[in-house]
């Protein structure tokens, strides 16, 4: 069936460096992809989405680049921080429904 | 504040006794939604409302029920809990596309 996934369950990253974090979606029917990031304890936390028309959109210290030719999407984090230390999920969002991934889990190292 | 409550944020209930999960919302969203959290499996959409009165299924609805009555609440009704309804619930907020989405802080179901 159609899904949203991610490529790797866990990411260690040194403070400082950049990180990319990726995933691979099936349904090429979707609306918008999207991330979150959800720290321990909390719900998640919207960061930044891409319409399916786009390659690329950046925000503050994130990029989100999509290709849609092999179907994978990913988030780029400039100058890792420990804050940035959570567990990262793409979606999509295909007609009002959301999909999520498993989640990747980010860690910073100090 | 903007702000996403969720009330109870714990619940240990037994099977079969029926329970509802409030969710409320100030920012005049029309989109609300409802997940579970596994481990493992990720998020997963119970149900989605894009305005009062409009409900429809996500992934997993079967066991639960909705209603969208007003705008700011959405409740989560379970009539009839069992074990594998245990997880961790989450109410979330939108605009009217649903990508940009609120998170409540969580309520955290065990159904013995």
Known sequence: ?110 | EAQVTQNPRYLITVTGKKLTVTCSQNMNHEYMSWYRQDPGLGLRQIYYSMNVEVTDKGDVPEGYKVSRKEKRNFPLILESPSPNQTSLYFCATGLAGGNEQFFGPGTRLTVL
């Open chain 1, 1 to 110: 069936g159609e899904s949203v996934g991610l490529h790797l369950p866990t990411l260690s990253v040194q403070e400082g460096d950049n990180s990319i974090i990726n995933c691979a979606y099936s349904n090429s029917a979707s609306d918008y992809f999207i991330w979150y990031k959800q720290e321990s304890g909390k719900g998640p936390q919207f960061i930044i989405d891409i319409r399916s028309n786009m390659d690329k959109r950046q925000g503050q210290r994130v990029t989100v680049l999509l290709n849609k030719t092999v179907k994978h999407l990913s988030l780029q984090i400039a100058a890792t921080q420990p804050g940035d230390s959570a567990v990262y999920f793409c979606a999509e969002i295909t007609d009002y429904k959301l999909s999520f991934g498993a989640g990747t889990t980010v860690t910073v190292r100090a």
